[in-house]
């Protein structure tokens, strides 16, 4: 079974478009392209990636396709696309058509003041066709939108969707019953997978524990079930808080307790079944 780190990034580091990046984030503002990455995977015996969108432009898009014909551990993208066009549909058949890697999509739901946008008119309109082209949605919120995305996934039980990041739980501040409660009820719809990914940023940057962690992960385990979850490093953000090796070995002490099967699901096999790699 190929390993698969299902969650990471590139960008040329713009400070006007990704003025996500702030100046407490110093590590991560300037570029972050594959040869940056493959070395790391390497030495990890990672196999593959999928490559996220961090802007919301097509322009994105065609910028981590161009990098998936050079680089062949690049084994799917998720993209965006604006949902909520007229034309979504073209630009789905598009994506279909010419571009195979392109796997899924993304919107940065938890940035939109309004917190039920992802339940819009025009916004459910474009996931409708979403899976008639084949193509997975990464769901990016905070805990607080998880009853907005429970209502979303209920009224598409044969699109597949993906929880980035456990939805974000505020792990810095040990918060975990009301994310607990939100995200047991997501995880009965059996179309939603969750990454287990982000987490290391989600704790205190500078003095987490392992053990910061446990709590979150035996959640989701017993929610989705191994064969619901799927690894990813949020590399290079993860950068922020110890870096790709750390938040890796967090995994592999946590999930030692697991079968060779179920391991073997979790990172890499879920994220092939999910994305069609």
């Known amino acids: 079974m190929l390993k698969i780190d299902a969650h990471q990034h590139f960008w040329k580091f713009d400070p006007v478009r990704d003025n996500w990046i702030t100046e407490d984030m110093a590590v991560i503002r300037h570029d972050f392209l594959p040869a940056d990455l493959l070395p790391i995977l390497q030495r990890n015996e990672i196999d593959g990636t999928v490559l996220v969108q961090t802007c919301q432009t097509e322009a994105d898009n065609h910028f981590m396709l161009q990098l998936t014909q050079e680089n062949d551990f690049i084994k799917g993208v998720v993209g965006w696309v604006d949902l909520r066009a007229e034309n979504i549909e073209d630009r789905l058949q598009h994506y279909k058509e010419h571009h195979p890697k392109l796997k899924g999509f993304r919107h940065v739901l938890q940035a939109e003041p309004n917190e039920q946008f992802m339940l819009t008119k025009k916004f459910k309109r474009g996931i409708g066709f979403l899976n008639h082209y084949g193509f997975t949605?990464?769901?990016?919120?905070?805990?607080?939108?998880?009853?907005?995305?429970?209502?979303?996934?209920?009224?598409?039980?044969?699109?597949?969707?993906?929880?980035?990041?456990?939805?974000?739980?505020?792990?810095?501040?040990?918060?975990?019953?009301?994310?607990?409660?939100?995200?047991?009820?997501?995880?009965?719809?059996?179309?939603?997978y969750c990454k287990v990914s982000g987490m290391l940023t989600e704790a205190d940057w500078y003095s987490w524990r392992t053990a910061d962690f446990t709590p979150y992960l035996d959640v989701v385990f017993s929610a989705f079930g191994a064969n619901r979850l799927m690894?990813?490093?949020?590399w290079p953000v993860c950068k922020l808080a110890g870096g790709y090796n750390r938040a890796l070995e967090i995994l592999k002490i946590y999930t030692s307790k697991l079968s060779h099967h179920e391991q073997n699901k979790f990172f890499g096999g879920n994220a092939i079944d999910f994305y069609n790699l």
Request: net charge negative.
């Open 231 to 234: 690894y990813g490093s949020d």
């Open 137 to 192: 949605y990464d769901i990016l919120i905070y805990p607080l939108h998880l009853k907005y995305a429970e209502t979303l996934v209920a009224e598409f039980p044969d699109q597949k969707f993906v929880v980035d990041h456990l939805a974000k739980p505020l792990i810095k501040n040990k918060d975990i019953d009301e994310w607990k409660q939100d995200m047991e009820a997501l995880s009965k719809y059996k179309n939603v």
